[in-house]
């Protein structure tokens, strides 16, 4: 009679891409060398939300919407083959600039906060190919994705900061 042998573990691979992913996530978490989302959405006085200061072309609300909708875009895009992304342009803007009621700027906030937290999941689960094209796209990969959302909410993240050195909320250092 053949002794059986006793069944290893099987032994977990190391993610190869590890660094890569952290670099990334902390990229889209933290905005590395630049302000972050939540400094530069924080502390906005509501009479201001819709403030266009002179000579810019967007209020605070309008760029927080544009980051919210654009990077949801983008999320579920990543997501999901049945994802319908809006109409160009206008489908990325919202209609007013300023929020239509008193709630609405801190539920952007939480969406944006809520889809950022969606890519950086996808991104760090060491099961998510980075590389692979997404199947229902045209050659875009995970990593493309996210590296297009990073990009996209920090060139936003710097219009927003601008806006509010204009409008006097936002002292340089006082981060």
Avoid: C
């Amino acid at each position: 009679m053949a002794a059986k042998r006793a069944q290893r573990p099987k032994r977990k691979r190391p993610d190869p891409h590890r660094p890569l992913r952290d670099h990334v996530v902390d990229l889209l978490r933290t905005g590395h060398a630049h302000i972050g989302f939540t400094d530069a959405v924080a502390d906005w006085p509501p009479t201001l939300r819709g403030a266009k200061p002179s000579g810019q072309p967007f209020t605070p609300w309008r760029l927080l919407e544009h980051i919210r909708i654009s990077q949801w875009d983008i999320v579920e895009f990543t997501k999901s083959a049945k994802h319908v992304s809006p109409e160009w342009p206008a489908g990325y803007w919202p209609s007013g600039d300023a929020p239509p009621d008193a709630a609405a700027w801190d539920t952007s906030v939480a969406q944006v906060e809520r889809d950022l937290r969606v890519m950086v999941r996808l991104v760090a689960d060491s099961k998510t190919d980075l590389f692979a094209r997404i199947p229902h796209g045209t050659g875009q990969t995970v990593l493309r994705e996210a590296l297009v959302l990073a990009d996209h909410n920090s060139y936003h993240v710097g219009q927003l900061l601008v806006l509010k050195r204009l409008l006097g909320l936002y002292q340089e250092g006082s981060r």
